[in-house]
């Protein structure tokens, strides 16, 4: 008989879990939104809500909120893993990210947990720029960041999808640690510049002091972990230890992943940085 059990994707409705549910139901393999919209409502901070949504599932896809970087997700990560091998569901993908103690912390006690567990271990993800906090600054023509020309492969989230689908469907990835980038170094400069070609638009790029990011994040009234995390990413992470490319996407998809060029052409068309 084949088995209809759902996998459960955390962050369902995120960048990464929305297109992988999409891809899955597309195969019709039924799927499972762990989020707070989802149903049973999946919540990080309260855990009581996670064994409803562990009820009856295949496997996870773990998409960390808001961020496997943020002190103590290991944890938190730990926890629900270790719960889900109690339900008997040892099918585990984790998303994770690149060069941040606390996403290695977290991808050990994974791998540590019991489970057959994969990573799929992400760069900074494209869609930032349209998905994220950087689509206010790009549309208001001007993004400020205290970051220099260091260069980041920008990873297109659809290649996480198609490599999350592609883990969770086949054979042989159970114990494999994928790491995942873009094809190109890009610094925050050239990826604005690329999308301000692509959206015919003047955007400009302005490198800022440490201190003027600070006072600037200070006035958007965010969440205290959001607060950290930024200059976490901004000061810390995005100091060189990243700028290297990996063969992650081809090993796994047997492709090369998508380039940025390919992803500002196509986002721009659909208007998302046009005023
Ligand atoms: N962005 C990057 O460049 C990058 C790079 C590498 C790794 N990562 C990792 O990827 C993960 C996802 O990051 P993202 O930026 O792409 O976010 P995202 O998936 O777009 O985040 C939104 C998702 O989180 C859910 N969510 C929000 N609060 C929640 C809560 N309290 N409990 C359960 N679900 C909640 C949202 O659904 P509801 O609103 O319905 O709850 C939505 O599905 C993070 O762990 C991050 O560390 C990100």
């Not at 906090?133 to 260069?151: D, I, K, R, W, Y």
Request: glycine fraction near 10%.
């Amino acid at each position: 008989m084949t088995d209809t059990k759902p996998i459960l994707i955390l962050g369902g409705t995120g960048k990464t879990g929305r297109r992988l549910a999409e891809r899955l139901t597309a195969r019709g393999i039924p799927v499972r939104i762990g989020s707070r919209s989802g149903t049973p409502r999946f919540d990080w901070e309260a855990p009581a809500s996670w064994a409803p949504a562990l009820e009856g599932v295949s496997a996870v896809y773990i998409s960390y909120y808001p961020d496997i970087a943020v002190p103590g997700a290991a944890e938190v990560v730990d926890a629900f893993a270790r719960l889900a091998v109690e339900h008997g569901i040892r099918r585990l993908v984790l998303l994770s990210g690149r060069g941040e103690h606390e996403a290695q912390r977290a991808e050990e006690m994974l791998k540590a947990s019991g489970a057959d567990w994969t990573i799929l271990r992400c760069a900074w993800f494209s869609q930032n720029f349209s998905e994220g906090f950087l689509v206010e600054p790009l549309l208001a023509g001007e993004v400020a960041l205290p970051v220099g020309p260091v260069g980041e492969p920008f990873v297109d989230v659809d290649d996480i999808a198609d490599a999350a689908e592609a883990v969770l469907t086949e054979p042989g990835h159970v114990g494999q640690l994928y790491e995942l980038t873009g094809p190109r170094l890009l610094s925050f400069a050239d990826a604005v510049g690329e999308i301000a070609k692509a959206a015919g638009r003047d955007i400009r790029f302005v490198r800022i002091t440490h201190d003027e990011f600070t006072a600037a994040v200070a006035t958007h009234e965010l969440p205290p972990e959001i607060v950290w995390l930024l200059d976490e990413l901004f000061t810390k992470v995005l100091d060189g230890r990243n700028e290297s490319l990996t063969d992650g996407v081809q090993r796994v998809l047997g492709r090369a992943p998508k380039d940025f060029s390919a992803y500002a052409t196509e986002t721009a068309a659909s208007r998302i940085w046009s005023n």
